[in-house]
C-alpha cells in the first residue's frame, strides 16, 4: 500500500490529523431517532431532532470546511436512512485505498450502497468489507498502526480480517465497554503524540497502552456525553469541536491547538459529531 500520495491520486489517507483535502459528508435531510441505538439517542429520544435546525448547523459545518480549503462531497440522502449523516461509519481510508464498511444494524444497512454507487461514478476503486462486521468510527489511523474498536458495531473478526488484508500494518483491536457506541466517542488521535480520551471506559491496561504512545487528554464525564473525543483534526493542529466543551476545547488550545467551534448540538443528539459526520478520502502530509 502507497505511503504517500501520487500526483493523481482520488484517495489517500495514513492518519487522523494529516492535512484534510477531501471529505465525504451527507445533509441529515431525515434524520430521526427511529431505534435507539446509543446512550445519547435514548436521552433524546422524546425531544427527538429538529431538521430545520440539524440542516443549518449542518450547513455551517460544511461552509467551515470549504473557508479551510477542503473539498466537501455531499452523498444523496434517502428517507430510509435516518443516520446517513454519520457517514464515517460507512467507510474508511487507509493509504490509497475506501474500504467500504458492513453496517451492523438493519437502520443503518444500504447506506453503504449510497458510497459505493457513488464511488463507482467517479471511478475510485474500493474494497468492500462484507465478510465481517465493522464499521469505520470504530478505525482509527495513526500511520502503520490501526487501532479497531471492539464494540456492538466490530468484532474481532473483522479486525483479524484487517490485519490479514494489511501485513504491512499493526492492527491493535481495542475492546471497551458495551454502552458506548464506537471508538471514537471515547478514544481519538489529534496529533502524532496527543490524543483525547475518555478513560472511563476503558481498562487500565488500555489506559496504559495508549499512554506509552501519547499525551493524553483527558475527556470528562459530562463532555464525553457531548462527545468531547469525537473532534474533526483538519490539519496543521486545526480541529473542530463543539463550544459546549469548553474543557476540552482548553485543553487542546493549551497545547497549541487551533480550536475551530461550530455548533452542531442538534445533530449530536442522535449520538455523533464532526468525526462521525466525515468521511475522508483525501489527508496529505
Same mark, same amino acid.
Given at each position: 500500500?502507497?505511503?504517500? @500520495? ?18 465525504? /459528508? ?22 427527538? *431532532? ?27 440522502? &434517502?428517507?430510509?436512512? @435516518? ?12 493509504? =490509497? ?8 444494524? %438493519? ?9 459505493? #454507487? ?24 495513526? =500511520? ?16 483479524? #480480517?484487517? =490485519? ?8 491493535? @483491536?481495542?475492546?471497551? $465497554? ?15 503524540? *496527543? ?9 487500565? $491496561? ?16 459530562? %463532555? ?17 469541536? /463543539?463550544?459546549?466543551? $469548553?474543557?476540552?476545547?482548553? #485543553? /487542546?488550545?493549551? &497545547?497549541?491547538?487551533?480550536?475551530? %467551534? ?19 478520502? *483525501?489527508?496529505?502530509?
Amino acid at each position: 500500500m502507497a505511503k504517500s @500520495p501520487t500526483t493523481n491520486s482520488k484517495t489517500f489517507c495514513m492518519s487522523e490529523y494529516d492535512i484534510l483535502k477531501r471529505v465525504i /459528508l451527507c445533509q441529515p435531510q431525515y434524520m430521526t431517532i427511529r431505534e435507539v441505538i446509543n446512550e445519547t439517542q435514548e436521552h433524546f429520544k422524546n425531544e427527538g *431532532i429538529h431538521i430545520e435546525r440539524a440542516l443549518e448547523q449542518h450547513g455551517e459545518l460544511v461552509k467551515t470546511l470549504k473557508d479551510n480549503d477542503i473539498e466537501v462531497i455531499l452523498l444523496p440522502y &434517502h428517507k430510509k436512512y @435516518p443516520e446517513q449523516v454519520f457517514t464515517r461509519d460507512i467507510g474508511f481510508t487507509l493509504g =490509497q485505498t475506501i474500504f467500504v464498511a458492513k453496517m451492523a444494524t %438493519e437502520v443503518r444497512a444500504g447506506e453503504e450502497d449510497v458510497l459505493k #454507487q457513488w464511488l463507482e461514478e467517479e471511478e475510485i476503486s474500493y474494497y468492500n468489507l462484507v465478510e465481517e462486521r465493522i464499521e469505520g468510527g470504530d478505525v482509527v489511523i495513526d =500511520q502503520e498502526t490501526i487501532y479497531v474498536g471492539l464494540s456492538n458495531r466490530t468484532d474481532q473478526k473483522a479486525a483479524d #480480517q484487517l =490485519q490479514r488484508l494489511l501485513n504491512q500494518f499493526n492492527v491493535v @483491536p481495542i475492546p471497551f $465497554k458495551d454502552k458506548y457506541l464506537h471508538l471514537d466517542c471515547i478514544f481519538n488521535v489529534v496529533s502524532p503524540d *496527543i490524543a483525547l480520551i475518555y478513560p472511563n471506559a476503558l481498562t487500565k $491496561k488500555y489506559i496504559d497502552y495508549f499512554a506509552s504512545r501519547y499525551e493524553l487528554i483527558e475527556v470528562s464525564e459530562e %463532555e464525553q456525553f457531548q462527545l468531547g473525543t469525537n473532534v474533526l483534526s483538519i490539519g496543521n493542529k486545526r480541529l473542530l469541536s /463543539l463550544p459546549v466543551n $469548553k474543557k476540552v476545547n482548553q #485543553q /487542546l488550545r493549551d &497545547h497549541g491547538f487551533q480550536v475551530i %467551534e461550530v455548533d452542531i448540538t442538534e445533530i449530536i443528539k442522535s449520538g455523533g459529531s464532526f468525526r462521525c459526520c466525515t468521511l475522508p478520502i *483525501i489527508r496529505e502530509a
